[in-house]
């Protein structure tokens, strides 16, 4: 089955106004609108690092028992858990790198030839 939602434990968890930590959350795939929308953002176009702040807004679904994640939830969370979201969206978005089904002229078994389209042609 496709996984399209992916759970994850931030490793240090988001401290609400109340003093609620919320650590356990969901992120979802990221599709072209995440990406390419928050482009049109003033914020955005003022400070490039803040593209990273509006996609994971969008693509977190849930983080503890919060109502909602937004760009202030965010902005507030603790450095490793930033580099930890950030590291899960790269991952779970990452393509898979194509491969060919193809004979070994050596041996004549059957091997997965990668397909590198960036280097295709050079």
Known sequence: MFQT???????????????????EGTMRLANAGDEILPLKDPR????????????LARVITRLGSLP???TRVV???????LAYLQDLYQRINAMDIPVYQG????????????INFTEAGV
Do not use: M, S, W
Not at 75 to 81: A, H, I, V, W, Y
């Open 68 to 70: 909602a994640v937004d």
């Open 75 to 81: 902005e507030n969370l603790f450095t490793p858990d």
């Open 103 to 114: 004979i070994c002229p050596h041996c004549g078994k059957e091997i997965e030839i990668p």
């Open 44 to 55: 955005v176009q003022q400070n490039p690092g803040y593209l990273t702040i509006i996609i």
């Open 5 to 23: 939602e992916f759970n994850f434990t931030l490793p240090k968890g988001y401290l609400d106004r109340e003093g609620n930590l919320h650590r």
